[in-house]
Every structure is written in structure tokens, then in C-alpha cells.
């Protein structure tokens, strides 16, 4: 059982940065992908970028451009850097492992099968 926790939430105003960092509980690089999704009060969870063990990566087109998702080199660690940030990009973000999964990164949230518990991002204008 992989655990996610993610951390660096926080409020920053509009055209501000932020990187959320998600640790694994265990080396996460043997297949699949991860990713980084969101959700807004009262909207569906949507994902932002992900990243694959073989594929490269792959963004919402709402955040390609500001947004960029990488790994460290144990391969435990998740990051999402965030620039450039909008009000809109206000939501809970979370950390995710499609580790079941063998294809091309991918944002279809019904393929990961681990969650982190979320942490906030509040973006002011």
C-alpha cells in the first residue's frame, strides 16, 4: 500500500509561485504514472500535469506553460511547480499513483488507484 502526502500549499497572490512537493512512502518508478489533480469547491477533480516512468509528461491545457511537474532522482519524491498563478488555480491539489497502469502519462482520474489527502492553494487577485 502506497501512501501520498503531499505539502507546500498555501495563499499567494495572483502572478505568484508555489511548489507542492508529495512524498511516496515507497519507490514509485517500477511502472505507471503520477500526477497532480485539483479540485475546486463545488467542481469536479480534474487533473493538472502528470508524469510517466517512460513517456514524459502531459498538462491540462489550462495550466501548460505555468505549471511544471517533475521527479527527483530516488523517485520518491513528486513536485508541481507553479507559476504565474490565477484566482482561477484556487483548489485543493492532490498527489496521485496510476502504479497499475502501463501506457502514456494520462490525466483520466479513474486510473490512479493512490491518493494523497490534498493540500490547499489559494490564489488572490
Do not use: H
Not at 53 to 77: E, L, M, P, Q, W
Request: proline share 4%; glycine share 14%.
Amino acid at each position: 500500500q502506497v501512501q501520498l502526502q503531499e505539502s507546500g500549499g498555501g495563499s499567494v497572490q495572483a502572478g505568484g509561485s508555489l511548489t507542492l512537493a508529495c512524498v511516496a512512502s515507497e519507490y514509485t518508478n517500477r511502472k505507471g504514472c503520477m500526477g497532480w489533480f485539483r479540485q475546486a469547491p463545488g467542481k469536479e477533480r480534474e487533473g493538472v500535469a502528470t508524469i510517466g516512468r517512460v513517456y514524459g509528461t502531459r498538462y491540462a491545457d489550462s495550466v501548460k506553460g505555468r505549471f511544471t511537474i517533475s521527479k527527483d532522482n530516488g523517485k520518491t519524491t513528486l513536485y508541481l511547480q507553479m507559476d504565474s498563478l490565477k484566482p482561477d488555480d484556487t483548489a485543493t491539489y492532490y498527489c496521485a499513483a496510476a502504479l497499475d497502469y502501463d501506457g502514456p502519462p494520462t490525466l483520466a482520474r479513474g486510473e490512479y488507484n493512490y491518493w494523497g489527502p490534498g493540500t490547499q492553494v489559494t490564489v488572490s487577485s
